[in-house]
């Protein structure tokens, strides 16, 4: 990508037509949420949820995370030319971006992440962005979990009808006029501190739960 188009692709303008474009598309999705209100109360009585999903999945999420926006949630999104653009949405939708990831910036980038998840109590997670492997639940959800004290709220969306993209995760956008379902399993609990046998353990455990959710088609 040469500097020029980038510069494009990542202006302000660029960032808010497209904030806008997905906006007035998630409009056509009949849109459904479940479970929503256990992580909401835990935060109201005074706890810290982290939400995550699979990276396939984000996109339809969207819109509907604005209505979070009063909590200031914090994210982190990695340092790439598709992050900033990601990023500048993000912003857009009223939600507190860190930029990093596991491959680069992510020790300061998490460490910001814990900060303002203490501060606000709500933040959230690609568990497997922003490179993959697709289903592997990496361990910065569990850590970030740990030093805010937080609980983990998974989610995953299903649509009767979508578009899935020749991309590591099958990365899905669903069709206009879609039925969807954003759906928040349990409330996940994350002891602090553990062992590393122990970390590891939340970790497949959170993994064996989020897997069912992933959508291999």
């Not at 998630?26 to 109201?44: C, G, I, K, P, Y």
């Not at 999420?61 to 909590?71: L, M, N, P, T, V």
């Not at 009223?94 to 460490?111: I, K, M, P």
């Not at 490179?131 to 030093?147: D, E, M, S, T, Y």
Request: hydrophobic share 40%; glycine share 8%; aromatic share 10%.
């Amino acid at each position: 990508m040469s500097k020029g188009f980038k510069k494009i692709l990542t202006s302000r303008i660029t960032i808010s037509l497209l904030y806008r474009f997905i906006r007035e598309y998630s409009r056509t999705f009949r849109l459904q949420v479940e479970n929503e209100r256990a992580w909401m109360d835990h935060v109201d009585s005074g706890g810290a949820a982290v939400l995550c999903c699979w990276h396939q999945q984000f996109f339809s999420a969207i819109r509907h995370f604005r209505d979070y926006r009063h909590y200031r949630p914090a994210l982190m999104i990695s340092r790439s030319a598709d992050g900033e653009i990601i990023a500048g949405v993000a912003e857009k939708t009223g939600w507190d971006v860190v930029r990093g990831s596991s491959s680069r910036g992510g020790r300061d980038a998490l460490a910001q992440m814990a900060e303002r998840l203490n501060q606000r109590r709500v933040a959230a997670h690609i568990v497997d962005g922003p490179r993959g492997p697709a289903g592997n639940v990496k361990a910065g959800i569990i850590r970030l979990a740990q030093l805010g004290g937080a609980v983990i709220a998974p989610f995953s969306i299903r649509a009767d009808r979508a578009w899935y993209f020749n991309s590591w995760d099958r990365f899905m956008i669903p069709k206009p006029f879609a039925r969807v379902t954003l759906r928040f399993d349990g409330l996940f609990p994350v002891p602090s501190p553990s062992s590393p046998e122990e970390f590891e353990e939340h970790r497949l455990r959170l993994e064996k739960i989020m897997q069912p959710g992933l959508i291999l088609p």
